[in-house]
């Protein structure tokens, strides 16, 4: 393990002083994310960190090529995830509509599901697997889009993103190592476990940088890129039946759970879903008076909590199962209701 160690060390670094170059460049370009009534900066800060995330990781997923095999998986990868960060790049740099950005992204999960397949089964716990056939198409295509847009919209406090990405990424190392013992061996599935490091690496070194007090944003070119990638780790490494997307959920339950539900209650309302506003849980922990810092760390810790649940459950622990089905919903319930409280009392 002494070789992915010095990768990881090496990309972390690369990272820090990536994004510290794209800052500079940001500024000079007048790059900026301006504050407004539901910002929760109060000064123009640069964006476009996450490009050092997007730039790395494809960098290394073609070393792997090169190393050991061009495979669909892997080049499907690739050619999606640069289209989803140049659309996003360009979004950050000069705004782009709605319809646009979806046309790309729907090109880009076309791209990934012609290389990397689509869920056949899932795996619910207490319920057992359930074979998807052809309905797996359509639930594959939503699961992409939907923790694309879901990862972007989550991207509103600093270090909330880079530190889900850091923590989920840990979650699939571990999954997808012999030393994990859940089944996913690492010498079976190494652009499963390379992609992971390059994005727990990379989005560490982003850190340096977003935490709070942030002095750069990810922008779309970097939250749009890991909600890719977190969505289609599963499929890169889903040779156990439904386990994959389940695994893939628990781990992103925090962000799945705050932008879906947030989504559906705005649908409900007729709202405009694409407007921006302040009524995710962790924007109105922010509004109730709990610091970023500790808002952004308890989605890290809960991620962690879930990708822990998805190691149990892999090594043989499945009592787990009603933990993650029951369990964690149960935590969203008290958290929403702690929210509700403190925020109907706003302090700034």
């Known amino acids: 393990m002494l070789f992915p160690l010095l990768i990881f060390i090496a990309l972390t670094i690369l990272a820090y002083l990536g994004v510290a170059w794209i ?53 499907a990868f690739c050619i999606s995830g640069v289209l989803l960060a140049y659309v996003g790049w360009r979004d950050d740099v000069r705004s782009l509509s709605p319809r646009v950005r979806f046309m790309i992204q729907f090109v880009a999960i076309a791209i990934a599901m012609l290389g990397m397949g689509w869920f056949r ?150 709202e405009n879903v694409f407007a921006a506003h302040r009524t995710h849980l962790y924007q109105r922990l922010v509004v109730g008076g709990v610091k970023v810092a500790t808002v952004s760390a308890l989605f890290a810790l809960l991620t962690l909590l879930g990708a822990g649940l998805s190691l149990a459950w892999g090594r043989g622990f499945h009592s787990v199962g009603s933990l993650i089905l029951f369990g964690l919903p149960v935590i969203w319930i008290i958290l929403s209701i702690y929210t509700a409280r403190r925020s109907s009392t706003p302090k700034g």
């Open 23 to 75: 800052r500079r460049v940001a500024i000079q370009r007048a790059i900026l994310d301006h504050p407004n009534e539901r910002s929760s900066h109060s000064i123009p800060t640069p964006r476009g960190g996450g490009l050092a995330i997007v730039v790395l990781t494809i960098l290394i997923i073609i070393a792997w090529n090169f190393a050991y095999a061009f495979t669909h998986k892997s080049v």
């Open 121 to 270: 089964a899932v795996t619910i716990p207490v319920f057992g697997v359930w074979n998807l056939g052809w309905v797996g198409i359509p639930i594959t295509f939503i699961w992409i889009l939907g923790l694309i847009n879901a990862y972007n919209f989550m991207d509103g406090i600093d270090g909330i993103a880079g530190g889900v990405a850091f923590v989920a990424a840990l979650g699939w190392i571990v999954l997808t190592s012999s030393f994990g013992g859940s089944g996913f061996v690492g010498r079976e599935n190494p652009f499963t476990f390379w992609l992971a490091l390059s994005v727990a690496a990379t989005s560490l070194g982003f850190l340096g940088h977003n935490w709070p007090p942030a002095r750069i944003f990810m922008g779309d070119v970097g939250s749009t890129f890991l909600g890719f990638t977190f969505a289609v780790l599963p499929l890169t490494a889903g040779h156990r039946g439904g386990d994959a997307l389940m695994f893939g959920t628990a781990i992103m339950w925090t962000f799945i759970m705050d932008a879906g539900l947030t989504f559906l209650r705005r649908l409900a309302r007729r």
